[in-house]
């Protein structure tokens, strides 16, 4: 496989764009495509096999594209579909995405609030994690149901966010000292929850997951050598010409 082929990163919508700032930072000289299913976007209120099969028909666009790894820039795709994909498609690099439940619990006396999408909370996947790592901590779950909607409607920093982040974060002000945002789209509103929460330590799962995906590359030989910054294609299933604009807008926050 030729190292210069390129990293696909997919994600229901938007909120991919979080991980990828991360990756074109640690691996500048990759090329990426990203692909949002906006069109069905946001997966986190649609039914377990809903997210399994756009999520199949996603990759599968991406693999057809010649991908040489592709990432699942969506904690509900990663929790319903990834074990799935990666027995699907043998040895393409596939990796995916997880809440930072460890490093937040790790902090001493930490009080963690966890924000995601119903099915992310819903999942095995995410009650394992949980059991893992947070049985003698103080975790509280938050199921967000309308905020990935929001963000992928161009809402990162504004009163309709703003009024509604007030609103589900009113009952933890003052009662948590860290979070972790377990969906890829809240990263673009995290000044508004410190904003609204305090002094609070903000987990994202973006850079452990750009780490993992260098070190996979690595060990496989598929780091591209070359000198020059790569290349960034974007597609989506929906708006192209909207779906481009919010995606380079947000990869600039």
Same mark, same amino acid.
């Given at each position: 496989?030729?190292?210069?082929?390129?990293?696909?990163?997919?994600?229901?919508?938007?909120?991919?764009?979080?991980?990828?700032?991360?990756?074109?930072?640690?691996?500048? !000289?990759?090329?990426?495509?990203?692909?949002?299913?906006?069109?069905?976007?946001?997966?986190?209120?649609?039914?377990?096999?809903?997210?399994?099969?756009?999520?199949?028909?996603?990759?599968?666009?991406?693999?057809?594209?010649?991908?040489?790894?592709?990432?699942?820039?969506?904690?509900?795709?990663?929790?319903?579909?990834?074990?799935?994909?990666?027995?699907?498609?043998?040895?393409?690099?596939?990796?995916?995405?997880?809440?930072?439940?460890?490093?937040?619990?790790?902090?001493?006396?930490?009080?963690?609030?966890?924000?995601?999408?119903?099915?992310?909370?819903?999942?095995?996947?995410?009650?394992?994690?949980?059991?893992?790592?947070?049985?003698?901590?103080?975790?509280?779950?938050?199921?967000?149901?309308?905020?990935?909607?929001?963000?992928?409607?161009?809402?990162?920093?504004?009163?309709?966010?703003?009024?509604?982040?007030?609103?589900?974060?009113?009952?933890?002000?003052? !009662?948590?000292?860290?979070?972790?945002?377990?969906?890829?789209?809240?990263?673009?509103?995290?000044?508004?929850?410190?904003?609204?929460?305090?002094?609070?330590?903000?987990?994202?799962?973006?850079?452990?997951?750009?780490?993992?995906?260098?070190?996979?590359?690595?060990?496989?030989?598929?780091? !591209?050598?070359?000198?020059?910054?790569?290349?960034?294609?974007?597609?989506?299933?929906?708006?192209?010409?909207?779906?481009?604009?919010?995606?380079?807008?947000?990869?600039?926050?």
């Amino acid at each position: 496989m030729a190292s210069n082929r390129p990293i696909a990163v997919f994600d229901s919508g938007v909120g991919g764009i979080s991980i990828l700032r991360k990756l074109t930072e640690l691996l500048p !000289n990759e090329n990426y495509i990203y692909f949002g299913d906006s069109k069905n976007a946001p997966y986190g209120s649609r039914s377990h096999d809903d997210i399994r099969r756009l999520t199949f028909e996603s990759v599968d666009k991406l693999v057809s594209l010649s991908a040489k790894a592709v990432v699942i820039a969506c904690n509900t795709a990663t929790s319903v579909a990834i074990d799935g994909l990666r027995e699907h498609y043998g040895d393409l690099p596939i990796i995916g995405v997880e809440p930072a439940i460890k490093p937040a619990v790790s902090q001493s006396g930490a009080r963690v609030l966890v924000m995601a999408t119903p099915a992310t909370l819903s999942e095995e996947r995410f009650a394992a994690l949980m059991e893992r790592y947070a049985q003698n901590s103080t975790v509280h779950l938050l199921p967000c149901h309308r905020l990935a909607h929001l963000i992928e409607q161009g809402h990162t920093d504004d009163d309709v966010v703003r009024s509604y982040l007030g609103e589900i974060l009113a009952p933890y002000v003052g !009662n948590v000292s860290s979070v972790v945002l377990g969906c890829t789209h809240y990263p673009f509103v995290q000044k508004s929850i410190k904003a609204i929460l305090g002094d609070v330590e903000i987990f994202d799962g973006a850079s452990g997951t750009a780490r993992e995906v260098k070190r996979r590359l690595a060990c496989l030989s598929l780091l !591209n050598d070359s000198s020059t910054r790569g290349t960034l294609d974007i597609l989506t299933s929906g708006d192209a010409e909207q779906f481009e604009e919010l995606c380079r807008r947000l990869l600039e926050l």
